[in-house]
């Protein structure tokens, strides 16, 4: 949800609430110390970036939630809980496009970026990497999009969400 939010330019409040008694229940620790794990990880991918062109791209659309009474500017979606591996967003760094993968999936061996199909010839792709994996990243430019060849072994916290860095030019 973290990656969702900010690759639409948007900011994620994290709180906690603590009980009567002041302490945090276990669920929001856990919670926290999740996303705080991804972060140390992955942050590169969310600190200091800025949206792409593209927010992303996969099949899972997000809805109004109409139902909820706080809802009044549209901000609360239905269909959080279905994003996956073949969702992706994107944020950017200067020469880097990050594309986070939002899942993974052990049967897949490759995805493919649309975005980076023939309207997107200006993006001169020079290197691809995964963050919090040494293993080295083929890739090929085709017209249809930019397709990445998935490393053999699920980066750590991949299951979360793992995360792409491609270098332009």
Request: hydrophobic residues 35%.
């Amino acid at each position: 949800m973290l990656v969702e939010v900010v690759s639409k330019n948007g900011v994620m409040l994290l709180s906690a609430g603590p009980m009567p008694d002041g302490t945090i229940p276990t669920e929001q620790v856990e919670a926290l110390h999740g996303i705080g794990a991804w972060l140390k990880k992955y942050g590169e991918a969310v600190y200091g970036t800025r949206p792409f062109v593209s927010f992303g791209e996969g099949p899972t659309r997000l809805t109004v939630d109409t139902s909820d009474e706080w809802n009044e500017y549209g901000a609360v979606k239905k269909g959080l809980d279905l994003l996956n591996f073949k969702d992706i967003r994107y944020t950017q760094k200067g020469r880097v496009i990050y594309c986070t993968q939002l899942g993974w999936n052990d049967q897949v061996t490759s995805i493919l970026l649309t975005t980076f199909g023939d309207k997107a010839k200006k993006f001169k792709v020079q290197k691809v990497s995964m963050l919090g994996s040494s293993e080295k990243i083929t890739w090929t430019r085709q017209a249809d999009g930019l397709k990445i060849n998935l490393p053999k072994k699920k980066p750590e916290l991949g299951e979360m969400a793992t995360v792409f860095k491609i270098e332009v030019e």
